[in-house]
């Protein structure tokens, strides 16, 4: 071959390498991962010895590479970059050097190019991610939302006469005359009156129809209480309770009952995440303008499946008749309706860290 020739055959490459980079662009429901790995298998393909060619191409703490990009000597670089900010780099070498031959200047620009091409189409599918990500996290508020309003009208239909059936019962108990058999029934009536009653309770909470009496509260105290409480029920369980509490944490305006039910259900809920017992560990501390209070534990995390539902009332994952899965939407109207945030982290067969953020100085509306 002549080395006309041969240049013309390294061109065609090359441009059949930025083609298929135009295409990778150009695919829908490419995400980043995925442009990155596609872009990495073309790369070799466009060098003068694509057999020995290998490409590693790195954005952030993130990298990727060709199998044996380890093994490659020499290596041309072309930076990912935004408004002349570099974020990440594009290399391809050889895996060998001894076959004599540099990387042409042909090959050099390529690489720059392709570099430049891949800074666009990341920037532009991260902010597609982000959209994405930002567009379910509405849908996820508007649903939770929506089943509040829900919950709402139900709990209110329901807890009239519900009282009434309660009512009515503990006159009929107060009246006595009731043979032994009929005793009995009306005691059911009254203990399932009486749970149904929590659970309209419950639902009232999470749809923020609950009155709430604001105080000044020290979450240090209420973590104080609640353990002093708790620690003797999980004696004998394996699991160990420690806590690590800012003493210079601010007071926040809140309801002490509720916050207390907050501490509650979170402690309750990471016991059961850990049946062969663990470790769970509570924070208090100040996160700028918010005071945070963080219950971690290292039990069974949750997969992004279960994770995506917990706050909605009824889910759980507990057997049937263990739990009413409202405890967790309990845990988000109150947090709500302090204006607080809930940001939860989980990894499966790890554990989970649940924190509640609250404003320190709680507006009232
Ligand atoms: N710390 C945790 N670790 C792992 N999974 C958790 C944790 N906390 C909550 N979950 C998951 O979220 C689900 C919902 O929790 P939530 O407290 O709302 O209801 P529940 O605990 O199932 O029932 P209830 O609180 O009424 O007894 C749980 O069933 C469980 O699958
Ligand atoms: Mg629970």
Redesign the pocket.
Known sequence: MNQNELKLRERVKELNCLYKLSRIAWEANNDVDAIIQKTLDILPDAMQLPDLAEACISIGTRNYSTKGFKKATVLITGDLALHKKKFGAVKVGYRRSSSGKGFLAEERNLVKTVAQELSLLVHRVSIEDDKRKLQIQLQHAERLAFVGELSAGIAHELNEPLGRVLGFAQLIKKAGSLNEQQAEDLERIIKASLYSREIIKKLMIFSRQMPQQVARVNLNTVVENILYFIDVRFQGRNIRITKSLDPSLPVILADEVQMSQVLV?LI???V??MPRGGIIKIVTKVKGQSVALIVK?T????TPE?RKK?FEPF????PVG????????VVHGIVDSHKGQILVN?TPGKG?S?EIRLPRQLKRK
């Open positions: 259900n309750t809920n990471a059961f995440a534990d039990g069974s995390g949750m279960i917990i889910f759980t994952t507990k263990q739990g009413t899965g409202l405890g967790l939407s989980t989970t649940f």
